[in-house]
């Protein structure tokens, strides 16, 4: 056995994987690609993986980008004769369309995962699914990490306003669908808690502001809104939900997201909306336009993935990173 995991990446999560690496005190694997001008894409191993455990990582701005350079990984890792192959995706990208939800549409998370399982993969490793039943969709293990632990305990440690056990924070579901991620958390850290429902007029295209209905047990007036989401494109929701809380009196808006798979007009509704700050992830490569955003905070990801990466190389146990999980 090697004394450190086989740690590749594609170009596109060099710098994730990098820190990784740092982290955990080794070398990066010597890898190879390119792209021919017809868009084809090559690669290559550059050192011998023959028996060795391999940790291949693949996130990128393209949601078939990181599938498919992912795909090709595991295709060239199974005819080097590798030993245990885990498929690292810091965000899973197609993860949204979990279930057949109307007639004469896919469910590409459940896709996804059976193509990488096909490929050859002995194991996926991920953070922050969409709907934790896609885990289901194959027969390998299905490692799943909880990035909303790690927003949640930088902003403990960061902003003195906010508090475990503060009735005065109000934990926010941006949708009935994210109430079962939000929900646990602002129980398991006394706060209280709403959901907004929303209206939408088809995909990424949320109804007006006054579609918006809040529902709480609680006066939210005075209140410090924190709004939780594991994923995050065009921030139309974030924004309009912003503005209906701040209307509702309430007296600060903080929000956390996972995965910024941030496009479209998105920092520009930030700048617009009542939004104090926007703690986000790195599970997603970032611009620099987004990172030095005055709104923006970002959170690395790469500690648990590598303390995760470094558990599943010593055949220890995953789930004991998230004491509260058990």
């Known amino acids: 056995m090697n004394k450190h995991p086989g740690i590749f990446a594609t170009p596109a999560c060099q710098s994730f994987a990098k820190k990784i690496c740092d982290y955990l005190d080794i070398p990066m694997g010597n890898f190879k690609f390119d792209i021919f001008s017809d868009g084809e894409r090559w690669l290559k191993f550059d050192e011998n993986i023959r028996g060795r455990d391999i940790f291949l990582i693949s996130s990128s701005i393209n949601p078939v980008e990181t599938w498919f350079d992912l795909w090709t990984m595991i295709d060239a890792s199974v005819r080097a004769s590798a030993g245990e192959i885990t498929a690292v995706v810091p965000c899973y990208r197609f993860g949204r369309q979990e279930r057949k939800d109307e007639s004469r549409v896919p469910i590409t998370a459940s896709?996804?995962?059976?193509?990488t399982q096909f490929m050859g993969a002995n194991r996926i490793l991920t953070m922050d699914l969409h709907a934790g039943a896609t885990q289901g969709s194959v027969k390998i293990p299905f490692d799943h990490?909880?990035?909303?632990?790690?927003?949640?305990?930088?902003?403990?440690?960061?902003?003195?306003?906010i508090a475990k056990n503060n009735k005065n924070i109000l934990g926010i579901a941006v949708d009935p669908g994210s109430l079962k991620m939000v929900r646990p958390i602002a129980e398991r850290y006394g706060w209280d808690f709403a959901f907004v429902d929303k209206k939408r007029d088809g995909h990424e295209i949320v109804g007006k502001e006054s579609d918006l209905a809040i529902y709480s047990d609680v006066d939210i007036k005075g209140k410090t809104a924190l709004i939780i989401d594991d994923v995050a494109s065009t921030l139309k929701s974030m924004e309009r939900v912003s503005k209906k809380l701040a209307k509702a009196g309430v007296a600060r808006i903080i929000a956390a997201t996972t995965h910024p798979a941030l496009s479209d007009q998105a920092l520009t509704r930030l700048t617009n909306s009542p939004i104090e700050t926007l703690f986000i992830g790195d599970t997603i490569p970032l611009s620099g336009e987004i990172q030095s955003h005055p709104k923006v905070k970002v959170v690395t990801m790469t500690k648990i993935f590598a303390k995760a990466i470094s558990g599943i190389y010593k055949k220890e146990s995953v789930t004991s990173l998230f004491p509260d999980k058990k």
Request: glycine share 10%; no cysteine; proline share 0%.
């Open 145 to 161: 990490l909880y990035g909303s632990d790690i927003l949640l305990e930088f902003i403990l440690k960061t902003d003195s306003g």
């Open 111 to 115: 896709m996804v995962a059976q193509i």
